[in-house]
């Protein structure tokens, strides 16, 4: 496919506020690919050369976009900025000079080949290659037309402004088999084990539904973690699941860990929630971890928190939590040492285990991880367990765990498989604050902001409107606008990251109600944890 037919698609995509109207538009798209194209294609509609857990970035602000564009056309640098700041927008400033602009290289390239030349920048590093990456985008530029080099200069920004999820796309994928959603929950299984869009929609593009069938976890794509649903004591616990383990609930960081021995080495990766790579964070984790797996290949879970050798003890989130940094890293692993307890096998030397049942996963872990359990000397421990069905035991372990300073406990299904991406009963929390107020947090997406009034208008912001996921509807939902718990910084911060994120229409994920509308919207980008008392009806 040629670059300029992607563009085409990107502009009705952007043009268009209903999120059925863009299904429709990316299954049209998806139709007319090529599987040769798919992936790469599919990276560059998410303004990216890679899936999201690989850690290619373009490495490329703003101003060294808009210095490739002047120096590409030979502009006047004042008078292109001065347009740039009218408009708000370095996609269609480009395009407008582009109209105006003739080149002798003009040429109408494959997606192939403009994908080729964006990964090609990506990857320059060192000495000179913010010139090379300018030199490169330049090229790009001046070969290619006006509404293709809108679209050109902000894959490498991030701001493609097309305004879908990921979950928009798997409903798209099964339009373009179906011409329905039917295929989206088997679809969205597969891409849980394997959360990269260019690689699922290429093997359904080759081999159909068979594709995402065959799909199965693989060393260095983390698989989307499983998540538990939520009671208030054991008796409702053993009356859901009857007899079940139960494990302590650790208050620290989530970690899936991606382990290969390969030509005498041992690699490592450490991937959170979001499927970040965080593994230089953690290199006394890490470093445990290969001294003490046991086979050659290995996907598997835990938590690591913070560990006071002097007292034996565990640390507070609010102390573990400063582990998590991109500085100083080797200091603060001395200062707090993490202990990575470990809960959950997913995969080892070739075998899927995540269809296993539970029971027979946990015993494997001792095969996988060589530890004493003494939280003195290992690094890794595999996390304490109890089976039980009795209710009354459920809430003894409950309170033991918070004795020692722990979150709660997690009571598992013994006969339950790991089901990557979902809430299910196979895993249930129970934690203090499920059974009176709301002592836990929320995370919450900012959806768009009134401007100030009174002492904060010189913020330029006197409130948020704050929302949450719904994955089943693939929307975000209005939970409340905030306007108190910040520092005058805060504020201006807040303001300062919303403007980057702007959108002169409210995004069509969004679903609001008339009461809640916001001054400015903000697309999807800024998470905020929220502390609240108690949930209440808006009218």
């Known amino acids: ?235 409702e616990i053993i009356e859901k699941i009857g007899e079940c383990a139960i494990e302590p609930k650790f208050d620290g960081f989530r970690l899936q860990a991606h382990v290969k021995k390969h030509h005498g080495k041992t690699e490592v990766r450490l991937y959170s929630r979001n499927l970040e790579d965080v593994g230089y964070m953690y290199p006394d984790v890490v470093a ?5 797996i046991t086979v050659n290949e290995a996907i598997f879970e835990g938590e690591a928190i913070g560990f006071d050798p002097l007292r034996e003890s565990f640390l507070p989130f609010q102390e573990t939590v400063s582990r998590k940094r991109k500085h100083g890293i080797e200091e603060k692993a001395l200062e707090i040492p993490l202990r990575m307890f470990v809960f959950e096998l997913l995969y080892a030397d070739g075998v899927n285990y995540m269809q296993t049942p539970f029971k027979d996963r946990r015993k494997l872990l001792s095969k996988v991880i060589k530890t004493k359990n003494e939280v003195k000397k290992d690094v890794v421990l595999i996390a304490d367990d109890e089976i039980t069905d009795d209710p009354k035991k459920v809430e003894l372990l409950f309170e033991d765990a918070i004795e020692r300073g722990l979150e709660g406990i997690l009571a598992k299904k013994l006969d339950g498989t790991y089901r990557a991406g979902a809430r299910e009963w196979n895993w249930i929390k129970f934690k203090r604050s499920y059974s009176s107020k709301i002592e836990d947090t929320v995370d919450c997406l900012v959806m768009g902001y009134d401007y100030g009034q009174g002492k904060r208008t010189d913020f330029g912001i006197g409130a948020f409107l704050v929302g949450v996921y719904d994955e089943k509807n693939d929307r975000f939902l209005t939970v409340s606008k905030i306007g108190t718990g910040l520092t005058d910084e805060e504020w201006r911060e807040m303001r300062k990251r919303c403007n980057k994120l702007k959108s002169e229409k409210q995004p069509a994920l969004y679903e609001v109600n008339k009461i809640m509308d916001v001054d400015a919207w903000v697309k999807p980008g800024i998470v905020v944890e929220i502390k609240a008392d108690e949930i209440t009806l808006g009218m």
């Open 1 to 235: 496919m040629k670059f300029s037919r992607l563009a085409e698609y990107f502009e009705t995509i952007e043009k268009t506020s209903s999120r059925l109207e863009i299904t429709y538009s990316l299954s049209d798209l998806f139709k007319e690919l090529p599987a040769a194209d798919f992936d790469r294609a599919m990276y560059l509609l998410q303004g990216r050369v890679s899936p999201q857990f690989e850690s290619i970035e373009f490495g490329i602000a703003g101003k060294m976009v808009a210095k490739a564009a002047i120096q590409a056309m030979n502009l006047d640098s004042a008078y292109f900025n001065k347009i740039l700041k009218e408009r708000g927008d370095i996609g269609t400033t480009v395009e407008e000079f582009k109209k105006q602009y003739t080149s002798f290289e003009a040429k109408d390239l494959t997606v192939t080949e403009v994908y080729d030349r964006l990964l090609e920048l990506a990857k320059k590093g060192g000495s000179g290659s913010q010139q090379e990456k300018m030199s490169i985008l330049a090229h790009l530029i001046r070969q290619l037309d006006p509404l293709s080099a809108r679209y050109l200069v902000r894959i490498p920004l991030g701001i493609m402004r097309l305004g879908f999820s990921d979950m928009t796309v798997l409903d798209a994928f099964s339009w373009m088999l179906k011409g329905d959603k039917s295929l989206r929950p088997e679809i969205e299984g597969a891409y849980h084990v394997r959360p990269d869009l260019g690689y699922i929609g290429k093997r359904l593009k080759e081999h159909g539904e068979k594709g995402v069938r065959a799909v199965k976890p693989e060393i260095f794509t983390p698989i989307l973690m499983m998540r538990a649903e939520r009671l208030s004591s054991g008796v």
């Open 288 to 292: 445990g971890i290969v001294k003490q």
